[in-house]
């Protein structure tokens, strides 16, 4: 059965999720962003509960939310939504406001931002789920086309880290070749391991093409970066 082509036949935006508590903050790509609610407005947001932003989010009891513009570069992409604050300072500086709840508004690559005040959280499994009530908004381009998870699949070729809340595993092809000498790379950007073993079916890549041989072109299936900034790994699974 193809659940991953099932899953993504759904569509999704692409934002960025800003958040903060006391003297800490954060930012974060996400693409579960709904709005639940007319009347009042009230937006969803999911976080995987083991987010260094769902603590902020939590405590905080504010999220912004950007929606991006669909020329946004896949290094601010890749910075903002495949790495983590926790174990890694998301360098680089953004242009922001502080709204009324405390929380940055992002300006970068913004097409429109809303900042909301959390009302509940729902646990929901491995994700918590904030609900808010929007608070203030604004419109920063009325022209400008925004990001939308299709397009960057299709255009960055590259998919939902694990952590997200669409994220959907791929079908394990069954290991042909023995692991032998073959070695593991992993992604310095969102540590995906390719197993040559396995390969990267859904890229054309058989099982047994071990790494040096995966074609100039190829990139990270999460998060679309070059072979390049793949290193050496000792994983075996
Ligand atoms: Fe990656």
């Keep these: 059965m193809k659940k991953r082509e099932a899953y993504f036949k759904l569509t999704y935006g692409i934002y960025l999720v800003s958040c ?21 407005e009230k937006f969803a947001i999911s976080c995987h509960k083991e987010n260094y ?15 991006l513009q669909k020329d946004t570069p896949l290094e601010f992409i890749q910075r903002y939504g495949y790495q983590s ?19 940055p508004i992002v300006y970068d690559y913004t097409v429109a931002w809303f900042e909301c005040q959390v009302e509940q959280k729902v646990d929901v499994g491995t994700h ?31 998919a939902s880290p694990s952590k997200a809340p669409t994220y959907v595993a791929e079908e394990s092809e069954s290991a042909t070749v023995e692991e032998a000498d073959l070695k593991s790379y992993a992604c310095a950007i969102c540590e995906y391991i390719y197993h040559p073993s396995r390969g990267d ?17 190829w990139v990270c299936p999460v ?4 072979k390049m900034l793949f290193t050496e790994s000792s994983a075996t699974t």
Excluded at 95 to 101: A, S
Aim: proline fraction near 3%.
């Design 20 to 40: 903060a508590h006391k003297d800490e903050s954060n930012a974060y790509i996400a693409n579960t962003v709904f709005q639940v609610s007319s009347k009042p």
């Design 53 to 67: 932003s769902s603590n902020l989010i939590e405590h905080g009891k504010a999220f912004g939310v950007s929606v």
């Design 85 to 103: 604050a926790a174990t890694k300072p998301k360098s680089g500086q953004l242009n922001y406001k502080l709204g009324v709840t405390g929380v």
């Design 128 to 158: 918590w789920l904030f609900i808010g009530e929007v608070v203030d908004y604004g419109l920063l381009s009325s022209s400008e086309e925004v990001l939308d998870y299709k397009f960057y699949r299709e255009h960055h070729k590259a």
């Design 201 to 217: 079916a859904a890229r054309g890549i058989s099982a047994g093409t071990s790494f040096d041989d995966l074609p100039d072109d």
């Design 223 to 226: 998060c679309g970066a070059g």
